[in-house]
């Protein structure tokens, strides 16, 4: 299970192709392809106005220039512990293709 938004991204960067590739929402400078940004939002839940657990809206978008089947189950494996969801487009205008991965997992507060 991934306990922490940290964790998730020590995982993606884990991933050899996505070494230095890797990003919160965007990147200031042009990267070669493949790339990956994340995104996540949060929301708290608890009894008795207790908060003590967060829950991770965490979304991976990987950019390549062919649909990298390799480079996608890389990623679902470094998440295997966690219901992932995938989608993937092809950006005509940027020719590359976007595989979308989401996924929640809990995150227990201090």
């Given at each position: 299970?991934?306990?922490?938004v940290?964790e998730?991204?020590q995982?993606?960067?884990a991933?050899?192709?996505?070494?230095?590739?890797?990003?919160?929402d965007?990147?200031?400078?042009?990267?070669?392809?493949?790339f990956?940004?994340?995104?996540y939002?949060f929301?708290?839940s608890?009894?008795?106005d207790y908060?003590?657990v967060?829950?991770?809206?965490?979304?991976?978008e990987?950019?390549s220039a062919?649909?990298?089947?390799?480079?996608e189950?890389?990623?679902?494996?470094?998440?295997?512990d966690?219901?992932?969801?995938?989608?993937?487009?092809?950006?005509?205008?940027e020719?590359?293709?976007?595989?979308?991965?989401?996924?929640?997992?809990?995150?227990?507060?201090?």
């Open positions: 299970m991934v306990h922490s940290k998730a991204i995982r993606l960067e991933i050899t192709e996505l070494y230095g590739k890797v990003a919160y965007h990147f200031t400078t042009e990267k070669t392809l493949p990956a940004v994340y995104t939002d929301s708290t608890g009894a008795d908060h003590g967060q829950w991770i809206d965490f979304t991976i990987l950019y062919t649909r990298n089947f390799s480079l189950e890389k990623i679902i494996k470094a998440f295997i966690v219901e992932i969801d995938s989608d993937t487009e092809y950006i005509s205008d020719r590359m293709y976007q595989t979308v991965f989401n996924f929640t997992f809990p995150q227990k507060l201090s």
